[in-house]
């Protein structure tokens, strides 16, 4: 078996030589330098292929936040010692058909693919992406069936994998199937396209496919995923701008990540600019104890500091977000640690309708990271 060598770095593409001296495994360049590698090694330890577009490469190149916004695309040797789960939120046990998750009474996820533009090294689907995975909604009729047989269901969320990645005629008949349900009021796109390559929103078949969404009655919603201030482009201002004037609604989650943006300087400008674009910041999420990512993960006590000190940077208008832990049990909102030494948490969402509001209560320990890490006391 031929070797290569896979040079990873500022505004490089990846290359690859025949390396005779490891003909077992490969030299991969980590943030932290190189290493020789099988390819076992990667598979056993879930290791995300590594892939960047060239225009994101340049965007985190030369806007001034390199250091940082490279743990978000480059390998680390870190994600080798991450402990962890690849399923932190349940997302099989909410599998109700093959691409349909079911978790929430209102909303289905439906996996539509399972690649993405780049690859995040923190994707708490790192089960899935970069992969052929056997996730992806095979069958949009059954599906279109089982929301059909739900009312309650009232939007849907179009996951995976990056949704953009599909060509806008494949969009489109996935809305074919969509867009007759009468009680879905809304199609939500999440997507980090908008950071890792923005021409994407150049198609010009796409304010076709929005308008349709619309002439349907329904909203169409783009869910961007702009962790950093330095990932928001001008061409990506340029493009929401664009879509917004065509009726295109945009929220924004992020997530609290070690070494990228756990800086609430950081994170406010973020925001803040998101809100100057007409990009509503909605979550803030808790890093997931994820096998290999979970080196990403920052602490409750610093999590807590840090939405602190956005909130004092921040007008009232601004202040849109909700600090979020997306845990099995539900997606749970991260108040404030008390005098008495307890974290104060409220479901924001659970499949369980009687907890969704309630606060509650554990005891804190230093370093938790995730619910599972606190006493049940
Ligand atoms: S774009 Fe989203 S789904 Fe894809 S790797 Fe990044 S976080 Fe994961």
């Known amino acids: 078996m031929s070797s290569k060598l896979i040079t990873i770095g500022q505004g490089a593409a990846m290359t690859s030589v025949a390396n005779p001296l490891h003909s077992k495994g490969?030299?991969?360049?980590?943030i932290e330098g190189t290493r020789v590698i099988t390819e076992g090694e990667l598979q056993a330890n879930n290791i995300t292929r590594y892939h960047v577009t060239r225009s994101y490469r340049e965007q985190i190149a030369k806007g001034g936040y390199y250091d940082q916004l490279k743990y978000i695309v480059e390998p680390s040797v870190e994600e080798f010692l991450s402990p962890g789960s690849l399923d932190t939120s349940g997302e099989h046990d909410n599998t109700v058909l093959p691409g349909l998750q079911h978790k929430y009474a209102q909303t289905g996820l439906l996996?539509?693919?399972?690649?993405?533009?780049?690859?995040?090294?923190?994707?708490?689907?790192?089960?899935?992406?970069?992969?052929?995975?056997?996730?992806?909604a095979p069958d949009f009729a059954h599906i279109a069936q089982y929301i059909s047989d739900h009312p309650e269901m009232t939007n849907v969320l179009l996951s995976g994998g990056d949704p953009f990645v599909l060509s806008t005629a494949k969009l489109n008949k996935i809305l074919d199937y969509l867009l007759p349900i009468p009680h879905l009021d809304s199609i939500r796109l999440g997507t980090k396209m908008v950071a890792f390559e923005p021409t994407r929103f150049e198609d010009s078949a796409l304010p076709a496919f929005f308008q349709r969404i619309q002439e349907a009655g329904k909203t169409a919603i783009i869910v961007t995923h702009f962790d950093h201030i330095g990932e928001i482009s001008v061409n990506a201002e340029c493009k929401i701008r664009?879509?917004?004037?065509?009726?295109?609604?945009?929220?924004?989650?992020?997530?609290?990540?070690?070494?990228?943006?756990?800086?609430p300087e950081i994170l406010a400008a973020t925001f803040a600019k998101c809100h100057q674009i007409g990009v509503r910041p909605y979550y803030l999420f808790q890093a997931r104890p994820v096998k290999s990512a979970s080196h990403f993960q920052v602490s409750l006590r610093r999590g807590l500091e840090i939405t602190r000190g956005i909130n004092r940077r921040l007008s009232g208008i601004h202040k849109t977000f909700k600090y979020i832990m997306s845990h099995y049990t539900g997606k749970i909102e991260i108040l404030d640690l008390g005098s008495d030494g307890r974290v104060y948490m409220r479901y924001h969402q659970s499949k369980t309708p009687e907890k969704i509001g309630r606060m509650f209560s554990r005891r804190h320990v230093e370093a938790a990271c995730w619910l599972d890490d606190l006493p049940e006391e």
Do not use: H, P
């Not at 490969?26 to 980590?30: G, L, T, Y």
């Open 242 to 263: 664009s879509l917004r004037s065509q009726g295109v609604q945009f929220l924004n989650q992020s997530v609290l990540l070690a070494k990228v943006n756990d800086d």
């Open 111 to 136: 996996l539509v693919t399972d690649r993405c533009a780049s690859y995040c090294r923190y994707c708490f689907r790192k089960r899935l992406v970069g992969k052929d995975s056997g996730e992806i």
């Open 26 to 30: 490969k030299v991969m360049k980590f």
